[in-house]
Every structure is written in C-alpha cells, then in structure tokens.
C-alpha cells in the first residue's frame, strides 16, 4: 500500500488562447515529499506550480488535494474544495516577495491568520513571533518592509505563509530576484522547513540546492514532464538530449 | 480714487453668511453622494462584466464631456418636461453636482485601485483570502493613499462649482452676493466679500493636499 498522495494532478493543461502551456501533466506529491522543478524558461514551471494553489485555473484535467476534488470557484461546494480552502493549506511565496508595504512586519505575518482564520490578535502575534524567530527576524517586527533587504523580505513573506500553518508550501523561484550574497539566507529557511518535514514544490533555478534539497526532481520542458526521478539520477545522468544540454549551461 | 464703503454692504452679512452655509451643505452632499457614485463606478469599470464596464463609462463620459451649467440647466428646464412632474430645484442641483463630481471621483478611484501591483491581490489571495477581503485589508488601504492628492484636488474645485447653482437660484454664496449687489450696486465690495470667503474656505484645503503629497513622497 503506497502513501496517499496529498495533492494529486491528473492530464492538467493550461492554454491561453492559442497557446497551450501546459500539454498534460501528471504528478502526486506525497507529505513530506520536496519536489523540485527545473525547466527552460517558458517551458511552463511556473505556471504549473501556480497552478497547485488554483492561482491559475486549468483549463482542463484533474486536481485533487487529501482526495478531494479542487474547482476555481472561492467556495467549496458539496464534496468538492474551494480555491479558497485550497489556499489555506497550500502556502505559496514569489518571486517578488510581494510583502504588504503599509503594515509592519509583524503585521504582514498575522494579516492572514486574523481575517481568513479569525484568529484572536494575542494568538496570531504569538505564533507571528514564533515565525519570524524561526527565520531570523526577531529583531524586526516594527520594520516596514521598504527598510528590509532583499533577502529579510523574502524571509518574512515565508513567514507569512507559515502564519496560515499549511501542509504544502509552493516556492516560486524565491531567490531569483535577490542579489547573489543573499540567497543563501533565504534557502538556509527552505533547507530547515524540508528538514522540519514539510510538504514542498519549488522552482527553481538553484541546481545544486535542487539536488541537495529534493526528494524528486522534476524537469518540464514544453509543457509536459519530460524526466523525473531522485536528484542523482536526473542531475548526473540526463537521459534526454534536452536535459542535458539545460543542464550543461548550469555547470559551464 | 474709488470710495470704499463696506459699512453698507456688511449690513447684509446674514445673506453672506446664509449663502456661504448653504454652499458649504450643497459641497459636503454632493461630495458624500460623489464617493458613493464614484465607488459604485470604478468597481463597475473594474468589473468582469462587460454590461456594467460599459454603463459606467457611458456614464463617465456623458458627465465628464459636457459643463456642469448645461447639465444643472437640464436637469431643471429641460428634464422635468420629458418626465412630466416638476423638480424642486434643490434636488436638480444636488443631484447634478453628486453626479458630476462622482464621474471624476470613479475615474480617481479606479486609477488609485490600478496604480497598486497586482502582486498584491496574489499575495492576499494566496493566504486564502477572498477577492473582497483582499480589496478591504491589503488593495484599499494602499490605493487611498495614492488617491488622496487628485481626490482633495477635485473636491476643491467641486466647492467652487456649487457657485453655479445660482443659474437657478439656489441661494448658495454667489447668489446671494448677486442679492446684496443688487440691492447696494456695491458690486466691488460684495463680490470681493464673495471671493474671500471661497478662498478662506478652500486656501486651508490646498496647503493640506500640498503637505500630505510631500510627506507621501518622504515615505516611498
């Protein structure tokens, strides 16, 4: 008897008009699994990663979260989950971080907490402070995000999804916009919540973190998933042509 | 050398004063109604329906093309003829100005709601929060800001557009100086008077804008 999976994607296509981005995929994320995607750009990675938080609505195909059947709509209806339940349990951090500029840090950490969970202000701070101890910020509560680097502020936009205590956390290429001297701050967080056993999907363009981090690795190329395995398998010795010449590029 | 004489147009200071509160009142309900107006229009404009994008517009349009005088006059001469009742000229007017300043007002609204990025929607979506709640606690909150300047900006010169309801004989502060001047023939003295007042009332109003958008510009 395998694990049952947590989210479930059944021949999942996404087109815009005429484009067809997304040609038909099929994955199962089991709890506790990371899962790395790397892939060309365009190649529809981030798409699909926005698509396991309904931040895109496919177009056609099948997704599943714990089993149960996920509709764009916000709200669940009989049997099936709402986009907005769906949100609740699958986190989601961006490229751009996206930080809240008018409320603190503190602030941007328990907004989600006290409207979508009603949570009582001394509860959602507690856990806040929680949080940004966990990702080392402490000290910067009463910070605006303007006055956070790069890498303080990504931090703290993990921490917001954390706020929300979600199984499955989706990272969407977090360290491409940093300068290069602070990523590491930012994948030392990812590295401690894949150790602590959550459930994640990055993107990513960190082949080596990729190989370290993951259970699986994941390369979607043209739409569809064009090779997956254990990182040693997919980083060392790519089958297809065109994984290995995506991969030479990263290690010239 | 002209020979001031204020003496005897202050002796109709109750008609100044009696305008001036009904310019005040006329401001502050078409500007409360404006907001209204000018809500419903831009989430109208932002809307997913065609139908109502359209509406709205049109109506924009319709306000924002055509001076605010042949609109009062229409509103009094012309539409009580096409619907057959009279209407109080209180109501003619006040529903013009709301209107005309809220098709402005929508246009400032909607532009403060586009100026934010959409990152933001995605960010409060992505905590589980509805289209609504992501508008109230995370797009509002930061599009007021950038609407406060151009909103202050077209309320002041909403206050000086009341001054056309004398058309038809609302008694707001130009009319009434219009009264005292043709009861004196001190027309130097009354509109002088007239035109203090405005600025006292709206010169405070300009020096906040001035001092908000600078201490916005501090805070970027």
Known sequence: ?252 | MYNWDFYTVFQSFDLFWHGLLTTFLYTIGSIGFGIVIGLVTAFARLSKWRLLRGAARTYQEVFRCTPLLVQIMWAYYALPMLLGISIPNWIAGLATLSLYVGSFYGEIFRGGINAIDKGQREAAMAVGMSGGQAMRHIIMPQAVKKMLPAFINQSVIQVKNTSLLYAISIAELTYMTYIVNSETYRPLESYSIAAIMYFAMLFPLTQFADYFERRMRRSD
């Open chain 1, 1 to 252: 008897m395998t694990t049952p999976s947590i989210l479930s994607v059944r021949a999942l296509t996404k087109s815009y008009g005429e484009l067809e981005v997304l040609k038909g995929i099929d994955l199962d994320i089991t709890p506790g699994e990371v899962i790395a995607i790397i892939g060309p750009s365009g190649s529809g990675k981030s798409t699909f990663i926005r698509c396991l938080n309904m931040m895109e609505v496919p177009t056609s195909g099948s997704f599943k979260f714990r089993g149960s059947h996920v509709l764009p709509e916000f709200k669940d209806k009989a049997g099936t989950l709402g986009a907005g339940t769906l949100r609740r349990k699958v986190g989601m951090c961006f490229q751009h971080f996206n930080l809240f500029p008018h409320l603190t840090v503190l602030d941007n950490v328990t907004k989600g907490p006290r409207v979508v969970l009603k949570e009582s202000q001394v509860e959602a701070e507690a856990h806040a402070r929680a949080l940004l101890a966990k990702v080392g910020l402490a000290d910067k509560e009463n910070y605006y995000p303007s006055k956070l680097s790069g890498g303080q502020k990504q931090r703290v936009a993990i921490a917001r999804s954390l706020a929300m205590r979600p199984d499955v956390m989706l990272f969407d290429e977090v360290t491409s916009a940093l300068d290069p001297e602070l990523v590491s701050e930012v994948l030392q967080v990812v590295r401690d919540l894949a150790e602590g056993g959550m459930t994640m999907v990055l993107v990513t363009h960190e082949m080596a973190f990729a190989a370290d981090v993951a259970d699986r690795v994941i390369f979607i190329d043209n739409g569809v998933i064009a090779e997956q395995g254990p990182p040693q398998e997919v980083m060392h010795s790519p089958q297809s042509e065109r994984l290995q010449q995506f991969l030479q590029r990263f290690h010239a």
